[in-house]
């Protein structure tokens, strides 16, 4: 802020002029009501700053009216913002309030200025912090999009003058700017504060290579002068024989996007600079739809220039997200150099360069939502789902900033807007999450596809739905959007809840039955059997079904904790399974274990000495331990378990350690789930691959065929990892299969 010297005579007079210069760059400000209440804000902003200095030693009131300016005149914006701007920093440096601002300019005036206010120290803490306070920037935008276009004025002000500031501080804040104002920018639309905020960070940055290229293009200024002046002749030509009024310029490129180019395309300077575009602005004849004036303006430049023809972009009949209109072609100019051609109207060109700001020009305030409203409800969306941390959220905005987007149709033909990368899951939960949650598969061109399919540009996608579907945890996998994320967040909560209320319901009925009350000693009694450590886990477990009514029965009744057993022995009996039977051999009246040596897991499937968790299904090969319950039996988790590190930490001294024998006939549980498109003969060839390994006897099979798209849920016995993989692998041979997983239970 600089010394306290009042302002000098000189100064005084520079500043007053400053008031005209205003009111001249805003058209939105010329009437006699806006001049006074801007004149009210200027005086108001002159007399609190009158003391401050910028650390370049200039007078601080040079930089609310800087922004002020950049506000109206860059960015387009109206009489409130202009005052805003100028006082933006008033409440945050000086001894006045927001009250005040409210008592002088009306309540509206005041909000954007808190907003502002409140987000002024935005990135001074450390990054989660950060995360935070940018979410809470970006929740502004929910009261007034202007919050932002002014911070980001702010912002390009502090940039265009950040020669004063120490070193240090010029990196971080050409840093921030970098990573996220500029593409915020970008989002908003506003193309010209974007690149300059790209170049002035860059010039911080990297301010060697910056010069370099800057020299480079200086250089060859001339040569590119002439080549356009060359290529843009017969246009002009002929855009006067056709009466259309226009203007055509060269595109400089920005020394930032040249430079990523290199980097991109790893190519020198030379084979980039001479890239050439020029732009064809007109002012459309009132008869004709923009659209049309466009296509013919095409026409005449491709009439004398041959086009490339996969280089045509039409943002005429479909706008970029940001709201970016324009015509954009490739053509073969003099010398065999590829020239692009950008064609616009009045009205597109000012979108272009000012963003969101000219859509309000263009719309008026009342009409029907744009692409870039779209964007904001969308953002706001992301911002009040409570469930997403305020980092996910950063990570998910900034991939919905950065990334490309492709555009897909519904069957009746709706356009649809998605990320680059997006799946078939992606857009059901765009559509809605109910049919996210039920999505099976789709067609996509009237072809079939899985789920996990990648979208492209242009794809037509009719999403399959069945009844019968549940949402997967996999599927966190899948998507790439925000919004169908949290749809499976939310959804994946909400199926825990009603685990708890049935199994809750359960457990109180059965209790009931058998006269109980719900008090301490039967929660210990039940949670000492089954290494639960919350009350909510119970009733998960009995809302699943993996703890049975009558498993409660028995447990509650149970007088008291019999003794441990202290051996165990090993049984080897060779036994084999039967499709659809379940075995289970003899049970040994007495069983000892032996903790201190390890449980040797045979093929034996009696419940009532080992029994295989649910919760992870753990097969032989997989590393396992072993929790011995109240009733002498022992459950085997997978040590990677998270249940099992629980009981670890619980129930330590009911540990057993446990290996699997290697013994050929042993054969255990396992899941798979097939999914695929279905033709004919499908499941034969499934069922086929599994009887030929020798290894693996199926238990239990079911298909799902819906629309094409099949699921198969089969429970085999098999013997180890190996066999597994060795199945897994050879199903995914078959023709039609599109993914075979092993499903773990896991909560
Ligand atoms: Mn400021």
Redesign the pocket.
């Known amino acids: 802020m600089g010394s306290n010297k009042v302002l000098s005579e000189a100064e005084i007079q520079e500043i007053e002029k400053q008031y005209d210069e205003i009111i001249r760059v805003c058209p939105r400000c010329q009437s006699d009501e806006n001049k006074a209440l801007i004149r009210k804000a200027f005086d108001l902003a002159c007399e609190a700053h009158k003391e401050m200095r910028r650390k370049s030693g200039e007078p601080y009131i040079w930089?609310?009216i800087e922004?002020a300016k950049i506000v109206a005149e860059e960015i387009g914006l109206g009489t409130k913002s202009v005052i805003c701007a100028l006082l933006?920093?008033v409440v945050e440096d000086t001894d006045y309030t927001i009250e005040d601002m409210e008592q002088q300019f009306g309540p509206k005036i005041a909000s954007i200025i808190d907003g502002l206010t409140k987000i002024s120290h935005v990135f001074d803490k450390e990054s989660s912090l950060q995360a935070e306070n940018f979410r809470k920037m970006l929740l502004t935008l929910s009261d007034d999009v202007r919050v932002i276009l002014i911070k980001l004025a702010?912002r390009l002000h502090?940039m265009r003058t950040l020669e004063s500031m120490p070193a240090y501080k010029q990196i971080k804040i050409a840093g921030e700017t970098l990573f996220l104002y500029a593409p915020l920018a970008h989002r908003l639309g506003l193309y010209t504060v974007k690149t300059e905020l790209e170049d002035l960070s860059f010039k911080y940055e990297q301010e060697a290579v910056y010069n370099d290229i800057l020299q480079k293009l200086k250089e060859t200024e001339n040569k590119r002068v002439e080549y356009i002046n060359k290529f843009s002749q017969p246009i002009i030509d002929k855009l006067n024989e056709a009466n259309i009024d226009y203007t055509i310029t060269g595109r400089p490129k920005s020394v930032y996007s040249i430079w990523k180019k290199m980097q991109n395309k790893n190519v020198p300077f030379e084979e980039v600079y001479d890239i050439f575009a020029i732009r064809v602005v007109f002012n459309p004849i009132n008869s004709n739809p923009e659209k049309t004036q466009c296509w013919m303006i095409y026409s005449l430049v491709t009439d004398i220039f041959s086009p490339k023809p996969d280089r045509l972009r039409d943002w005429v009949s479909t706008p970029k997200a940001n709201g970016y209109e324009a015509l954009h072609t490739t053509v073969m100019g003099p010398e065999g150099k590829w020239v692009e051609v950008q064609i616009r109207s009045k009205r597109m060109d000012e979108i272009a360069e000012k963003g969101y700001a000219a859509h309000w020009k263009y719309k008026g305030d009342g009409a029907d939502e744009g692409e870039l409203d779209k964007w904001i409800k969308k953002i706001r969306e992301l911002l009040t789902n409570k469930e997403s941390s305020a980092l996910e959220f950063l990570d998910e905005f900034k991939m919905n900033l950065f990334s490309s987007e492709i555009y897909v149709f519904t069957p009746k033909g709706q356009i649809k807007r998605l990320p680059k990368g997006a799946t078939i899951l992606d857009f059901a939960f765009d559509i809605h999450s109910a049919i996210g949650n039920r999505a099976v598969g789709a067609k996509v061109n009237h072809k079939l596809v899985g789920l996990s399919y990648q979208l492209q540009s242009g794809d037509q996608v009719e999403i399959i739905t069945s009844e019968k579907q549940t949402p997967q945890k996999e599927w966190l996998n899948i998507v790439t959007t925000a919004k169908a994320k949290s749809a499976l967040k939310t959804s994946f909560k909400a199926e825990r809840r009603e685990s708890i209320e049935k199994g809750q319901m359960i457990f109180i009925d059965k209790l009931a039955e058998l006269n109980r009350k719900p008090a301490a000693p039967i929660y210990r009694k039940l949670f000492g059997a089954y290494g639960i450590t919350t009350k909510s886990e119970l009733y998960i477990q009995i809302g699943m079904g993996t703890i049975t009514a009558d498993d409660i029965k028995k447990i509650v009744l149970k007088r008291s904790q019999s003794k441990f057993v202290r051996y165990w022995q090993l049984r080897v009996s060779k036994t084999t399974f039967r499709f659809g039977k379940r075995i289970s051999p003899k049970k040994d009246a007495e069983q000892k274990i032996n903790k201190k040596i390890p449980l040797i897991l045979a093929e034996n499937i009696n419940e009532d000495q080992y029994i295989i968790a649910k919760c992870c299904s753990p097969i032989p090969g997989d590393d396992v331990m072993g929790y011995i319950t109240p009733n002498n039996s022992v459950i085997v988790h997978k040590k990677t378990c998270p249940k099992a590190i629980e009981i670890m930490a619980n129930y330590g001294d009911k540990i057993v350690t446990a290996e699997w024998t290697k013994h050929k006939l042993m054969a255990s549980l396992a899941r798979i789930q097939l999914k695929g498109i279905d033709r004919m003969g499908l499941v034969n060839n499934v069922t086929k691959v599994i009887s030929e390994e020798l290894a693996v006897n199926m238990r239990a099979v079911s298909f799902e065929s819906n629309d094409g798209i099949f699921f198969g849920f089969i429970e085999l016995y098999i013997h180890d990892t190996d066999d597994l993989n060795n199945l897994i692998k050879n199903l995914k041979k078959i023709k039609g299969v599109d993914s075979v997983v092993r499903i773990e239970m896991n909560d």
């Open positions: 930089h609310p922004v933006h920093d702010d502090n």
